[in-house]
């Protein structure tokens, strides 16, 4: 079970809609690339995923492109925080 993640300060994700979190960080690969992808297609264009995950997504980037998603990541308190958005 995952435990309650401090929310960085992004510089341009989206500050006025609403957010999802998705907590990754002490899942292995593929899995947050496969339920990150799945859970964008469900959520509404307005929400903003936010995914806390062990190491910046790199593999996710290019998928993001390829599917018209904007994207943020930082680092907070050892987790890479990930902002996606349309």
Do not use: C
């Amino acid at each position: 079970m995952s435990r309650a993640r401090r929310l960085p300060e992004f510089e341009h994700a989206p500050t006025d809609r609403p957010r999802e979190r998705l907590d990754h960080v002490e899942a292995g690969p593929p899995t947050p690339l496969k339920e990150t992808l799945e859970r964008l297609v469900e959520l509404p264009d307005e929400t903003v995923l936010v995914q806390f995950n062990d190491r910046a997504p790199q593999h996710l980037y290019p998928k993001l492109d390829d599917r018209g998603y904007e994207f943020e990541t930082v680092t907070a308190d050892d987790v890479a925080v990930t902002a996606i958005w349309k």
